[in-house]
């Protein structure tokens, strides 16, 4: 017999609880933890119950289903969607989509299983179809794709998941034959007219007594309310149970500026209410989606000290065994990423051979798996790829995966093969691809339990797992229109869903319909003592939020911005008191001083290695730049590599001109070079250094670019040497090496004690055999370069540090006075720099203005104020100066160890 009750509040379910028998009935629930609260009130009561005493709707379901059709098996929604994208790759040509479009394809089961498995859903449908063209032509041919899927999965591989199973059960006529004990369903809003059909059924052979919710405002949720009137309409007893007192109770509606301010509030006033004596199981703390709160919330609750009732868990995808393992089978199975690859490589010996820079800066960028010949290391470790033709069987596909499985602990990795041996049979036939993602999707929902919940603490849970009678405050958070309303992932219009009710009679979930929204207004009739309804502008990543409907509905200032109250992170952070922490244990003064050495209150350490670093033009400038920057290149041997990308970097660019500025000036320096031989010396040049491209086919159009840059170099070294006939080249790529000593000024050709090793590079010196010399440096453009009257206020520094090197006598082969010091800029050859205005005529020509520093006398208090500068730079790095102050703060905005400094005004 089907009997009704309507109940206006969920207050008045305790009057039906109190005459139920859990030896012979069964109380039909929609979520675990509910489920978990009614059997303690059983054992309370009756100190004992049994396992159909309370029971989910799913566990009914699978249940009958399990006893009806016992051949079908039931797995999770990531193991079908496997299965699916297999029937859509193989069946392609029919469908008409390939397994990219199964997201799409598997929403529409979902949505439409009623349809699909109801003996006269497809003719029915199809029948609408005629009436209705515009939804026609919009989801037609996508019902028929997931129709036809769904019977693939359901005839062919005989599987389905849990939220198939009621529209299934639709198929059989002797349900009432396999299920004998009587049901009291409290399903609330979340029913589906498919389960009030079943309810039916079983109520032919056993007594079913449903618990309709009837609020005030039921109108509001018709459509979502529909299957309770096909219910009344069967049922062969109505009852409404008298309409409860209202009680009193206080309510505040709270409008906080986002997520993280609503936490902090709500830990604050969970925090008052235990002070004044309130029971902490007395106490809710409700989300439609609490898990987006957990992770923050936990840690304020936790720094409390507040007790909850919900575990602590962990997925597995963060322990580092299992991320390793996954990224080794993808890197091993073609599916390449720079992240796999590092996780993956790093774990192994032939790491150490490679530094963690140059691993980024070639693979940080990966396309195919020709890449990984960019280093032999990487290549070796990771050539020998898995085969991955045809289809594996699912103990194959267990074996080779387990070969990869480096980590010593075995529980985790058998909890996520447990899961995947029950939902595949061993005949399953997937490809490795396909095998891997249903994998990846296991590890990815696996969780586990790092501490259980406290039983009498705070209760934190989703909106639909919050009935409960020993809450009597509580504080809902997240009430946004974004986290109440469903998202539609079909193309099924709002006016379809109501279409197909009226004339077909198939009531679909609409997700216009929000069963979150209509259990949060039944949760805000239930008895309690306060109630706080909370909404945040903004979630955690700083997105703009909409508040819901309901909360604007609410009695209150929706306008006006809350403060949170205070949480303990605010009294340590505000505290005068130093606080005494486990994890400052034995290192409390160490950690005291670091903060007063970030805060720029105490200077730095100074570094003193056993050896002084070696010192080039660039780490003088490096060091005036900031000292930090210094020290992150020099002592902690930090390097900032160009990544190997389809955009050819900077550094190679440079590489490659002035390599072959180097051949073109060998004298006598010919300018009759053909195309061919420019292209011979550019492959010859890219073999000696070694470079690397994303793609070869960048390789070619650089080429072509380079011969024109050399042929234009040519042809201006011709013209101007016509101009300056005395000019030759007699340095090109001239290297330098000595050691001075800053404190007497001595330099010495060998190595000495308390000397720093001096060395480097001059692009070019150029000679009028009659003793001058003009040092060039290349440049690809002129920004960045300074006139040189701001050489030395701008730290730019190495013209003259090569002018001072040349005119210490400190490169034998090359000697004699410099008179010019120049950038040569080959996008324009423009030179720009210092030259001597009296001896203009024989390697350069005469200024068109009078430059006033332009003089022997500019030339040598450059050459003093350079040595000076040297001198006191080499002193301070001597005495291990490392402190980040930058001479100037905009160096800050780019400067690549930005996230390693701990410079105050980044602080």
Known sequence: MLKVISIESRSQISEIFANYNPKEQSWLVSDLRTKFELQQKILGRDGQYVDESVLRASDLWKMLLKRLDPGLRLVSDPFARSLLRTIMDEHAEVLGVNSSAEDTVFSYIDQMAAVIFHPEGTQRLTEWFESHPEAMNRWKEWYLRARFCALKLLQDHRVITADWITSYLQNFNELERVWNIPLIVDLSGEITRVEAELLHVLSRSVDVVILEPNPEWRKDFHFLLKPYDDLRAQSAKTEKLPKPAEVAKKIEVLRFSGMLAEIKNSVGTVRRWLEQGIAADNIAIIAPDIETYWPVLQAYLAEEGIPVQKDITHKAQSLPSVTRWLALLRSKSGRLSSSDLEISFFEKEEAQQLRYEEFRALFKSLYVNEDLARNDIVHKVFF????????????????????????????????????????????????????????????????????????????????????????????????????????????????????????????????????????????????????????????????????????????????????????????????????????LAGRKQQVEDRIEQDLGKVPYSPILGAELPRISASAVESFLECPFIFAAQRYFKLKDLPDIDLDVDHRTRGQLAHAIFEQLTIEPMRFDWTVPELEELLEKVRVEKKLLFADERLWTPLKKRHVQLGLRFLDFEKRWRQEFRKTRTIGREKRFEFYLDPKTEEIHREAKDNCFRISGQIDRVDTDGDGHLVVVDYKSSSGGISAHASWLKNHELQLLFYMWVLEKGLMEDVQGEVIGLFYYVFRNFERKGFKVEDLAGALYPASKRKDKNATYEAKERYLTEFSQILMTTLDRIKNGECDARPADYKTCTTCEWRRQCRAPHLN
């Open 384 to 583: 020998e790829q898995m085969d991955l033709t045809g289809f594996l069987k699912r103990d194959e596909f267990v074996a080779k995966a387990l070969i990869s499985w480096n980590a010593d602990e075995t529980d985790i990795v058998q909890v996520i093969l447990r899961e995947l041996l029950q939902n595949a049979i061993s005949t399953t036939s997937l490809t490795w691809k396909e095998w891997l993602s249903y994998l990846e999707s296991i590890v990815a929902a696996k969780e586990y339990t790092l501490e259980k919940g406290e039983p009498r603490g705070v209760m934190v849970t989703k909106l639909m797992s919050a009935h409960s009678e020993k809450a009597r405050r509580r504080i809902f958070v997240g009430l946004t229109d974004e986290s109440l309303k469903g998202r539609n992932k079909t193309q099924l219009s709002g006016q379809d869903y109501f279409e197909l009710a009226k004339d077909i009679g198939f009531y679909l979930d609409n997700p216009d319909q929000s069963d979150l929204e209509f259990e949060l207004r039944l949760l805000a009739q239930a008895e309690s003592d306060e109630d706080l309804y909370c909404f945040g502008a903004t979630d955690l990543s700083g997105s703009l939020c909409s508040p819901a409907t309901f909360w604007m509905s609410l009695q209150g200032e929706h306008e006006k911005l809350t403060v949170p109250l205070e949480t303990r992170w605010d009294e340590l952070q505000h505290s005068q008191q130093r606080g005494e922490r486990p994890l």
